[in-house]
């Protein structure tokens, strides 16, 4: 089977090496061919870019294609297409950058980096800061909740409330 599928392969393959060559009788045809494939090629004014582009492209020995051009859409059927009356200008990608500019984005964006490092750096500190004074007031509140309040040792009331004097206050 495999002997057999080989050979029917390398038939196939080599069929049309064996076929008629193109036969060229004089110098008039290979003239003659370039004019009528450019008058073929050449793009008319109606033409978009891209069917100017495709028709240049020569398709020789391919299958031929329907060309979608405004007519062709137009006249299609059940199909929801519309057509411009204004080609829109072509939008190019930027052009490569050079050397140098490459280097000065570069530089730019290590300086941001360096520049996000550090107000990361000083948020990190202030949060830390922050947390440091959060517990030394929370330490301070408590040791005066301790120290200020009426635990039951003291007996004498004028040790807790101060001394009273008979004095009005001095007036404002």
Same mark, same amino acid.
């Given at each position: 089977?495999?002997?057999?599928?080989?050979?029917?392969?390398?038939?196939?393959?080599?069929?049309?090496?064996?076929?008629?060559?193109?036969?060229?009788?004089?110098?008039?045809?290979?003239?003659?061919?370039?004019?009528?494939?450019?008058?073929?090629?050449?793009?008319?004014?109606?033409?978009?870019?891209?069917?100017?582009?495709?028709?240049?492209?020569?398709?020789?020995?391919?299958?031929?294609?329907?060309?979608?051009?405004?007519?062709?859409?137009?006249?299609?059927?059940?199909?929801?297409?519309?057509?411009?009356?204004?080609?829109?200008?072509?939008?190019?990608?930027?052009?490569?950058?050079?050397?140098?500019?490459? *280097? !000065?984005?570069? +530089?730019?964006?290590? #300086? /941001?980096?360096? %520049? =996000? @490092?550090? &107000?990361? *750096? !000083?948020?990190? +500190?202030?949060?830390? #800061? /922050?947390?440091? %004074? =959060? @517990?030394? &007031?929370?330490?301070?509140?408590?040791?005066?909740?301790?120290?200020?309040?009426? %635990?039951?040792?003291?007996?004498?009331?004028?040790?807790?409330?101060?001394?009273?004097?008979?004095?009005?206050?001095?007036?404002?």
């Amino acid at each position: 089977m495999k002997p057999a599928l080989t050979i029917a392969f390398a038939a196939a393959i080599a069929l049309p090496l064996f076929g008629d060559p193109q036969k060229s009788t004089g110098s008039d045809q290979t003239t003659a061919k370039p004019a009528a494939a450019a008058t073929d090629t050449a793009p008319s004014a109606a033409d978009s870019p891209l069917v100017a582009a495709m028709k240049r492209a020569h398709r020789r020995g391919r299958k031929a294609t329907n060309v979608i051009t405004n007519d062709t859409l137009k006249s299609a059927k059940g199909g929801h297409v519309s057509t411009t009356t204004v080609q829109r200008a072509v939008e190019l990608p930027p052009a490569e950058l050079t050397p140098a500019e490459v *280097e !000065a984005k570069k +530089a730019q964006a290590e #300086k /941001d980096l360096a %520049e =996000k @490092k550090e &107000r990361q *750096e !000083a948020t990190e +500190a202030r949060i830390k #800061k /922050d947390a440091e %004074e =959060k @517990k030394l &007031r929370a330490a301070r509140a408590a040791e005066a909740a301790e120290s200020n309040g009426y %635990e039951g040792s003291f007996d004498d009331a004028e040790d807790l409330a101060g001394p009273e004097t008979d004095t009005p206050p001095p007036p404002r």
